[in-house]
């Protein structure tokens, strides 16, 4: 079934695609449909696009280490990629604010995992990668967004993903936030662990750090 998408969405993703190619790697066929919608994403913002690479090795890392199945693995790749799209429709005057957002541009900012996950079902043919997209900021405790959901509710991917995500968050430069270095993130990680993280995708993606690929690569 074809989602049709409101009309700010639809401008916000032509203007992306209009822009031309972002500078940036992208592991998929120059063809596919991810790759388009990333490099629409690059276009709009290429700090947001960077992140969502970063966020990809870091979900495969821990996709390595719990044994997700080769298909399970692809999903992630994509959702990792795409897991910020909803982005298109934020203005770049709040993604780049040097200080808090108000409580309406949080709401906005919110909106990005939804907005996302439209975007991403009306033009790739996985529910699942849709699915993971817009559950990404979900919580185990249940005070995550858009949904409320808890634990086992929430899906595999969205629960690597909040992880890979938040850690590079952490420790990437943000306009409205300090950095912190790897351990600092990683206290951060495990103190959340049960509540905003799940306990043991955090261990796991603990024990991928000390991987001989992870050397050079994670802060």
């Not at 992208?26 to 490099?39: E, Q």
Request: charged share 20%; aromatic share 6%.
């Amino acid at each position: 079934m074809r989602v049709s998408l409101p009309f700010a969405e639809q401008s916000s993703i032509r203007l992306a695609l209009s822009n031309g190619p972002a500078e940036l790697p992208c592991p998929l066929r120059a063809d596919s449909a991810v790759h388009r919608l990333f490099r629409a994403l690059g276009s709009y913002d290429p700090a947001t696009a960077a992140h969502s690479v970063r966020v990809r090795w870091y979900a495969l890392w821990i996709a390595d280490e719990i044994g997700l199945d080769a298909l399970q693995s692809r999903q992630l790749s994509a959702a990792a990629l795409l897991h910020d799209l909803g982005k298109l429709c934020v203005p770049r005057s709040i993604l780049h604010k040097p200080g808090p957002l108000t409580a309406a541009e949080y709401r906005i900012m919110q909106g990005h995992s939804a907005t996302g996950e439209r975007l991403v079902r009306a033009t790739v043919p996985c529910p699942a990668v849709a699915a993971a997209v817009r559950s990404h900021h979900e919580r185990p405790d249940g005070g995550g967004y858009p949904d409320g959901l808890k634990r086992s509710e929430i899906p595999l991917l969205s629960r690597i993903l909040a992880v890979a995500d938040a850690y590079d968050a952490m420790t990437s430069t943000r306009p409205y936030a300090a950095t912190l270095r790897g351990e600092g993130a990683l206290t951060v990680l495990r103190g959340e662990a049960g509540r905003q993280f799940e306990a043991m995708i955090v261990a796991q993606f603990i024990k991928s750090l000390s991987k001989p690929w992870a050397r050079g690569v994670a802060p």
